[in-house]
Structure formats: C-alpha cells, structure tokens
C-alpha cells in the first residue's frame, strides 16, 4: 500500500479515536494493526520520513503537523483519559491501558526529540 494509502487509514483512524465512547481494546487493536502491517509492508521500495510522523500524530489525535504545544495539550488529555490508574479494579483493561499509555508516551517523546 502507498503512502497515501496508509495516511488514508490514519485520518479514519483519528476520526474514530475522536468519538466519545472509546473502548480501550478496540484502540490497541487498531494501533497494533497498523504497526504489523507498516512492518510487513513490502510494496514500497522508498521509506518516506512522514510516516512515523503520521503515525504519532494519529496517537496523539492532532492533526498533521501541529505544534508541539497542541501535542503537548493532548498528550496531557490522553494521559488523563487512559492513565492505567483509573482502571485497577479491571485487570484485562488495566494492562490495555498500560499499553496504549506506552503508545502515548512513545509519541510524545519522538516530538520532544524533534521539536527541542
């Protein structure tokens, strides 16, 4: 699949991230997916530097190429939304939460490097 293509997935994938009623399997999943797939993928011969971009940025639900103190306000939001803490009593969704906050935390490092 192209670039295009993979962007595509990545702007439905921000617009369902951006519903109200997430359930927090449905989004590892879907992050998951794409990482599989990304890796595997064999159609391109030429890497493109935007597509971990992207891919974070879909993370962090900005839109592509967005400041880093939008990033930094969602990354915030994020945090507060999914933090492991909130789900203790659930054992399954508590460590789909740790994992999906690694996801966040992943993101926001790569835009901490890039913008400072």
């Known amino acids: 699949m ?12 921000n617009l ?6 997430v359930d927090l399997s449905d989004v590892i ?7 599989t797939f990304c890796e595997n993928d064999t159609d391109s011969v030429n890497t493109n530097s935007a597509e971990p971009d992207a891919e974070y940025y879909a993370i962090l639900e900005v839109p592509y190429g967005a400041a880093f103190e939008e990033i930094k306000k969602s990354y915030k939001r994020l945090l507060k939304k999914y933090h492991p803490d909130h789900y203790h009593k659930d054992a399954e969704k508590y460590k789909t939460a740790e994992k999906l906050v690694g996801k966040i935390n992943e993101a926001y490092g790569y835009f901490e490097q890039k913008f400072k």
């Open 2 to 13: 192209s670039f295009f293509g993979r962007l595509k997935n990545i702007i439905k994938s």
């Open 16 to 21: 369902f991230y951006n519903s109200e009623e």
């Open 29 to 35: 999943n879907d992050i998951e997916s794409k990482e």
